[in-house]
């Protein structure tokens, strides 16, 4: 029922493939629960924040923002043995803390400015 990606950082895939994002996007159309997690000890994923997030989301990849690999096989396994959730709620729950085992997406630290010219234009403006 679940296909959990343990992906780069933020949620990236070493470049993007458009056969491997058609793959996943045929897994979600066969009713398998495509999820990104971080392979990272600290931070979490981010879908949009680099391109390979933007086209693992746009194949119906759902976030797990901070959540461990056993925090996902345990929530998985619950929502899905609950029998009452379809995939989509399924996928729309993995963002929502049940006993404490995400953060919520709005508490998550804002990701650093990945380029030079990301902090050249907002040179002048004190966001610390």
């Known amino acids: 029922k679940t296909l959990v990606l343990q992906l780069y950082g933020t949620g990236n895939v070493p470049s993007v493939k458009d056969d491997f994002i058609q793959i996943l996007a045929d897994a979600k159309e066969k009713g398998i629960l ?32 901070d959540m461990t690999i056993e925090a996902i096989a345990c929530k998985c396994s619950y929502l899905f043995g609950r029998g009452d959730l379809t995939n989509e709620e399924v996928g729309n729950l993995m963002n929502v803390s049940i006993r404490g085992e995400v953060t919520p997406a709005d508490a998550l630290s804002p990701p650093p400015l990945s380029s030079a010219y990301q902090r ?5 403006k004190k966001y610390y």
């Open 120 to 124: 050249a234009s907002r040179k002048g």
């Open 34 to 65: 495509v999820v990104a997690a971080t392979q990272c000890f600290t931070g979490s994923v981010m879908m949009g924040h680099y391109a390979t997030g933007l086209a693992l989301a746009s194949a119906g990849v759902v976030s797990a923002n």
